[in-house]
């Protein structure tokens, strides 16, 4: 299309320069079959060089180029394709030397007319094109996937929300652990369907949109829209990118927000993780549900009895004074998973040192503990009895070399209490493990 108008443009120049001074460019149409006729060389210079002293040869120069600039982008586009194919393969096979030598030998002799195609390298040659044009690199493949979902969810939800009224529906309860976006579009919209409600429990994790749920806006898109409602559940984090760090949004801006009198029980979270983005929670109290994630060194004074799994993340790291808090907050946690990679350049800025820990901090529900993506101190504070007490800690994740430094080798005695219970160790990668471990970890499955 670009090319085409391009020629488009030079017909109309020809033919607005050159008409009346010469006899080709009587009309648009000669004027086409004269442009035509540069390409091979065969038109008529002689009127071309008497049409005026500078116009005629600046428009025949301006058009080569132009012919040029074609070419060569359709040569450098062909060469592209040409060469994406076999990083394809070089992707897939390795090699890099072999595969590059062989693809420019094999063009060159089809360039200078020496190498044929047969039947069945047409075949490969046409299924490698389709396969660089329309397959993905399996790194691609989940997010190809949460396209295709949301694109599915988009197309199912547009139908089952244009239906009437659910009269019949008098409670309803939706948990989505999963960041999704659409929460106006797609939720809102289905809860307006529901006059009748009388319990409604929410667990959501939005992404993108508002930096958080204000109360107002679930007065006016929800609680408004259902006036037999007596029982409202609901957990709602807003997760956005940070735009801008000077403007922060702290508990009381959203605090105002909750005005209504139903509201009275509800608290808030805010964390952000600087530089890259910011959470901000609503939910209910007393707080109903098993699973937190993605949470930071700020944990409200709040006890959550009902939550089993947490997952803490935060840039910053979590001293003795957090896992204080975090023993008391959820006193029945049976999944912890701590992310928390600290650089070695920066370690003695974070070392949590013996002087630090005060006192031992039990745990006791802990069946699972993931610090594989933690600094070997926390696997230390973690095993060592002095520091905590995991009496029922069956699963371990831990990258290997970290568990060696911190049991000296499987030899140390004060980290073997909570090692003595583990049925399950996982590290990062499979391996054999020796005699040493076993004697350590005497339920450890074969």
């Given amino acids: 299309m670009y090319v085409f108008n391009c020629i488009l443009g030079f017909l109309s120049l020809f033919y607005l320069l050159f008409i009346g001074k010469i006899s080709s460019c009587s009309s648009l149409l000669y004027t086409a079959e004269m442009l035509f006729q540069m390409i091979p060389m065969n038109f008529n210079a002689h009127e ?3 049409a005026a002293a500078f116009l005629g040869p600046f428009c025949f120069s301006l058009f ?19 060469f994406g194919t076999v990083r ?4 897939l096979n390795g090699d890099v030397d072999q595969h590059m030598f062989s693809f420019m030998f094999y063009k060159f002799q089809r360039w200078i007319g020496l190498g044929r195609l047969n039947e069945l390298q047409r075949l490969e040659e046409r299924d490698g094109q389709m396969g660089s044009k329309y397959l993905d690199p399996i790194e691609h493949f989940p997010n190809k996937i949460d396209k295709l979902l949301d694109a599915l969810n988009r197309v199912y939800m547009d139908q089952i929300i244009s239906k009437n009224d659910l009269p019949n529906l008098k409670c309803f309860s939706l948990m989505c652990c999963h960041s999704f976006q659409g929460f106006d579009n797609v939720i809102v919209r289905l809860l307006h369907r529901m006059i009748y409600l009388k319990e409604l429990t929410l667990y959501l994790h939005i992404f993108g949109g508002s930096k958080f749920i204000a109360g107002t806006h679930l007065d006016n898109e929800i ?4 006036p037999q409602l007596h029982t409202f559940i609901f957990y709602i984090a807003s997760e956005n990118v940070i735009a801008d760090p000077t403007i922060r949004i702290s508990n009381d801006d959203i605090q105002r927000t909750f005005t209504n009198i139903e509201h009275r029980q509800v608290a808030f979270m805010v964390d952000y993780f600087e530089p890259y983005k910011m959470i ?8 109903k549900f098993h699973l937190l994630e993605h949470v930071g060194n700020n944990i409200p004074n709040i006890v959550f009895n009902s939550v089993t799994h947490l997952k803490l993340w935060d840039k910053d790291a979590f001293k003795y004074e957090f896992f204080v808090r975090l023993a008391r907050a959820f006193p029945f946690l049976k999944n912890l998973s701590i992310h928390n990679i600290i650089p070695s350049f920066l370690a003695h800025n974070y070392y949590l040192r013996d002087k630090d820990w005060l006192s031992i901090i039990e745990y006791p529900h802990l069946i699972s503990l993931d610090v594989e993506r933690t600094y070997s101190d926390y696997v230390e504070n973690f095993l060592n009895e002095t520091k905590s007490y995991i009496p029922h800690l069956a699963e371990l994740k831990v990258t ?4 060696k430094i911190v049991t000296k080798n499987f030899t140390r005695n004060e980290t073997r209490h909570n090692c003595a219970g583990v049925r399950q160790l996982i590290v990062e990668d499979p ?7 076993y004697c350590y970890f005497p339920l450890l499955s074969v």
């Fill in 88 to 91: 394809d393969e070089i992707k």
């Fill in 64 to 82: 080569i180029l132009l012919v040029l600039f074609v070419c060569m982008s359709m040569f450098l586009t062909i060469i592209n394709d040409s």
């Fill in 431 to 437: 391996i054999v493990y020796p005699k040493d471990v």
């Fill in 223 to 226: 609680l408004i829209h259902m």
């Fill in 48 to 50: 071309l060089s008497e």
């Fill in 400 to 403: 290997y070399y970290a568990l």
């Fill in 280 to 287: 901000c929670r609503v939910f209910s109290l007393p707080f």
